[in-house]
T-cell receptor, first 115, second 115 residues
Framework: DGGITQSPKYLFRKEGQNVTLSCEQN?????MYWYRQDPGQGLRLIYY???????QKGDIAEGYSVSREKKESFPLTVTSAQKNPTAFYLC??????????????FGEGSRLTVL | GESVGLHLPTLSVQEGDNSIINCAYS??????FIWYKQESGKGPQFIID?????DKRQGQRVTVLLNKTVKHLSLQIAATQPGDSAVYFC??????????????FGKGTLLTVNP
């Protein structure tokens, strides 16, 4: 089955630790995204990538880092510099040209809790 | 409507009734709009999209209406079912004809369907 796989589903972190959230897609999509969702809030864009080895900051990139070494993978690292990292993190992918470019395919999310 | 703090706008309907979920947008350059459905603990799923050269678009049991004059978007769900219970987000893309395909999401509306 084609889709987006995020892991882990739940993650606990102590303050001061970096953590990396995994996102893999087998949809052959060029674009990938990371969003953060807080209770009762919409989705806020952290980083996005249109092509391998290139990525751009979204609206709330501070305290986060990403890499795009492979088309299928777009891991997100939540660093100790992120002041309020407890949230639900969603990875998504999409085509770049043609069709419904607004149609993002989302993973099931990773819930990060800082203890 | 606008959400305040952690409280989403909510809509409660009886099974079988029609639902109307509203969304206001502020960016006059937005020319492509999408509705997403997010069930509890999952990632959002695409429902329907509409481009700014249209006023109305219909899907299966859903209709999206766009009023560019007042920057308003609505999602109508016919014969609402318990499985429609979810948070619904509108999203917009400004200048979508170019290379921009970065979505901005609204805060969402919680739809509860009572049996």
């Amino acid at each position: 089955d084609g889709g987006i796989t995020q892991s882990p589903k739940y993650l606990f972190r102590k303050e001061g630790q970096n953590v990396t959230l995994s996102c893999e897609q087998n949809l052959n999509h060029d674009a990938m995204y990371w969003y953060r969702q807080d209770p009762g809030q919409g989705l806020r864009l952290i980083y996005y990538s249109q092509i391998v080895n290139d990525f751009q900051k979204g609206d709330i990139a501070e305290g986060y880092s990403v890499s795009r070494e492979k088309k299928e993978s777009f891991p997100l690292t939540v660093t100790s510099a992120q002041k309020n990292p407890t949230a639900f993190y969603l990875c998504a992918s999409s085509i770049v040209r043609g069709g419904r470019t607004g149609e993002l395919f989302f993973g099931e999310g990773s819930r990060l809790t800082v203890l | 409507g606008e959400s305040v703090g952690l409280h989403l706008p909510t809509l409660s309907v009886q099974e079988g009734d029609n639902s109307i979920i509203n969304c206001a947008y502020s960016n006059s350059a937005s020319d492509y709009f999408i509705w997403y459905k997010q069930e509890s603990g999952k990632g959002p799923q695409f429902i329907i999209d509409i481009r700014s050269n249209m006023d109305k678009r219909q899907g299966q049991r859903v209709t999206v209406l766009l009023n560019k004059t007042v920057k308003h978007l609505s999602l109508q769900i016919a014969a609402t079912q318990p499985g429609d219970s979810a948070v619904y987000f509108c999203a917009e893309i400004p200048n979508s004809g170019g290379s921009n395909y970065k979505l901005t999401f609204g805060k969402g509306t919680l739809l509860t369907v009572n049996p």
